[in-house]
């Protein structure tokens, strides 16, 4: 549904679902003392279940406060249960509620957005972010940007729920993983030559790994750990426009990371 009731107020909602059941066959081709296949085969698997439903709903509003000021505010919910009987994910259920908000602000030369969003897993912990961004306008064509803020990734169904015995355990206590970016870059658009210079940084924590000093788990237990991983570098984009038919761009990166 996508209704714009007034020139001011925009209501936007999307419902999903998604239903995918697979079998599993693995089969191996036995050697003989020759080490080459000896014409018989032994089935590993055949006829193992496989599959996942993901059901959601995300509603969206936005409130235009005149021409400069917008608001947006909307909330997700998405439920997910799923089986695997070859790597043997325990059957379950879980479900993540998440309000979100933001604010924009357009001026013309000066553009600033924030905004914020809770994530509420039914199993793990639950993680908010934030994100500031902004672009200056610098005479008719040049310009600063920038933007800072946070991001997450949370744990999937494996490191949650597996229960294989030959393997690490899941955790359904992880907490998703975090990273804190920031980025700023100066540029200049049209023209016959236009391009960007920008510098970027990321930290990563609460990375999940697996844990072997545990004695209850002698296979590993997956656990969130004390390391970070941390990115930084920066990046040169220059576009040349030689005709009207021919063009030219040029992108160089240098990134480096290290984990601590």
Not at 172 to 199: A, I, K, M, Q, W
Request: hydrophobic share 35%.
């Amino acid at each position: 549904i996508d209704w714009s009731p007034t020139d001011a107020l925009s209501l936007y909602v999307k419902g999903y679902w998604h239903d995918w059941d697979s079998t599993y066959l693995q089969l191996y081709n036995n050697l003989g003392p020759d080490g080459q296949p000896d014409g018989t085969i032994t089935t590993i698997y055949d006829g193992q279940q496989w599959g996942f439903e993901d059901r959601g709903v995300n509603v969206l509003g936005e409130y235009r406060l005149g021409d400069a000021v917008t608001l947006v505010a909307g909330y997700d919910y998405q439920k997910y249960n799923g089986y695997d009987e070859v790597f043997l994910i325990a059957p379950t259920s879980e479900q993540v509620h998440a309000p979100f908000a933001q604010v924009r602000l357009d001026s013309g030369d000066l553009r600033l957005a924030a905004g914020v969003r809770h994530n509420m897993p039914s199993d793990g912990q639950s993680k908010t972010v934030w994100n500031l961004s902004g672009r200056l306008g610098l005479g008719e064509r040049a310009y600063v940007r920038g933007q800072v803020g946070t991001s997450f990734r949370l744990p999937d169904a494996y490191e949650l729920y597996v229960v294989d015995p030959c393997c690490e355990q899941g955790n359904p206590n992880l907490v998703g993983e975090e990273s804190f970016n920031t980025e700023f870059g100066v540029g200049l658009e049209g023209g016959r030559f236009s391009g960007e210079v920008l510098g970027f940084y990321r930290k990563i924590e609460n990375l999940i790994d697996i844990d072997f000093s545990l004695p209850a788990y002698p296979d590993g237990f997956i656990v969130n750990t004390d390391q970070s991983v941390t990115a930084w570098g920066a990046e040169v984009v220059v576009n040349a426009r030689l005709s009207d038919v021919f063009g030219l761009t040029f992108d160089y990166t240098h990134t480096q990371v290290e984990a601590s």
